[in-house]
T-cell receptor
Framework: RKEVEQDPGPFNVPEGATVAFNCTYS??????FFWYRQDCRKEPKLLMS???SGNEDGRFTAQLNRASQYISLLIRDSKLSDSATYLC?????????????FGAGTRLFVKA | ETGVTQTPRHLVMGMTNKKSLKCEQH?????MYWYKQSAKKPLELMFV???????ENNSVPSRFSPECPNSSHLFLHLHTLQPEDSALYLC????????????FGPGTRLTVT
């Protein structure tokens, strides 16, 4: 089983739709969590950090459920420009420091 | 954006060549990272440097050799690579290296022939 798992999708949604992604992690010692987006043939870009209290940035809401070991990303009022791959990232203590584990990503296509 | 730069952007090399990838960060961060991204696979963390000390080596073959001469620069020296090493190599930096937000460079797309 992978340490960080995401539904690969693709999610095909119309403009204006609300879409939600989940990401599960298996190591209970995981300490920090992020969502990144990656456009085709580009580098990942930080979308938002994920806090235990949940956080919102415009149309994007991220939540962390430590008991069930998953994080979520909700996108409201989808735009064409939201089409990308969304990467879940988990950090935990590794052999000599923090270890970063990326999920395989969830593809989102927003269509007009 | 010029926060994290990488050169070259594209590289084709033979299996007997030696080449180096360069990364430079202009963000004043103390930690730098090398990742490998192969087609249809998640990003794989290769190396982590914090304050110029290697703190993570993720079981990477010795044909990849990192070097961090100072907190702004990171190199990945390549020698006797295999075709399966063809991938996008991404450099990132973060403020502390303690599980904080990482900022990526544009990557070097490497093809090994």
């Amino acid at each position: 089983r992978k340490e960080v798992e995401q539904d690969p999708g693709p999610f095909n949604v119309p403009e204006g739709a609300t879409v939600a992604f989940n990401c599960t992690y298996s190591n209970s010692a995981s300490q920090s969590f992020f969502w990144y987006r990656q456009d085709c043939r580009k580098e990942p870009k930080l979308l938002m950090s994920v806090y235990s209290s949940g956080n919102e940035d415009g149309r994007f809401t991220a939540q962390l459920n430590r008991a069930s070991q998953y994080i979520s990303l909700l996108i409201r009022d989808s735009k064409l420009s939201d089409s990308a791959t969304y990467l879940c990232v988990v950090n935990r203590v590794g052999s000599g420091g923090f270890k970063t584990i990326f999920g395989a990503g969830t593809r989102l296509f927003v269509k007009a | 954006e010029t926060g994290v730069t990488q050169t070259p952007r594209h590289l084709v090399m033979g299996m007997t060549n030696k080449k180096s990838l360069k990364c430079e960060q202009h963000l004043g961060h103390n930690a730098m990272y090398w990742y490998k991204q192969s087609a249809k696979k998640p990003l794989e963390l290769m190396f982590v440097y914090s304050l110029e000390e290697r703190v993570e080596n993720n079981s990477v073959p010795s044909r990849f050799s990192p070097e961090c001469p100072n907190s702004s620069h990171l190199f990945l020296h390549l020698h006797t690579l295999q075709p399966e090493d063809s991938a996008l190599y991404l450099c990132a930096s973060s403020q502390t290296g303690l599980g904080d937000e990482q900022y990526f460079g544009p990557g070097t797309r490497l093809t090994v022939t």
